[in-house]
């Protein structure tokens, strides 16, 4: 029922999901109010719905001028290109919002996570900094990037376009 992100493997890459990973507290997250510019959305896979993950933008507690990107992919579909593809259409919900920064991390320890947040043109900022870990218990070093939403937004459609 709660699919990947029960899954300690997942839970260790976040900051905020805590493990082990309970029934209430996916219950909990679902009842949380959203505001309309931080949304949240469940991956799925449109050929048969299955759940692959989730993705979207939230407050940055660190940068009030911007949103920061969070996703989730379950194992079992890691390196399908899943994460990419919906992180993209975050970014894209988020530039039609009018966010026009967006920060992200990923632990030092997941590098796979780095690969998908430059594969969409996000930069380093040449910081590495712990950051805590719910799902650990623990802050390990984690590398910040950030993305210019208004110039990304602008390529990302010439890109579309020219293809």
Known sequence: MLGGIADES???NLAKAPWPYRESDAREFAARLTEPLFPRFLITRARDAALLGG???HRDEN???AVELGYWIAPQHWGC?????????VLEVACMLG???VNASHFLDNPASGRVLEKLGFEPTGTIAPRH????GEAPMAREYAL???AW???ERSRREAA
């Open 63 to 65: 940068d009030p001028h």
């Open 153 to 155: 937004g602008v390529g």
């Open 133 to 136: 870990s719910c799902g650990r």
């Open 10 to 12: 997942v839970v260790r």
């Open 55 to 57: 993705a979207g933008v």
């Open 148 to 150: 210019d939403l208004c």
């Open 81 to 89: 290109g899943y994460a990419t593809e919906a992180a993209r259409a």
């Open 99 to 101: 966010h026009t920064r």
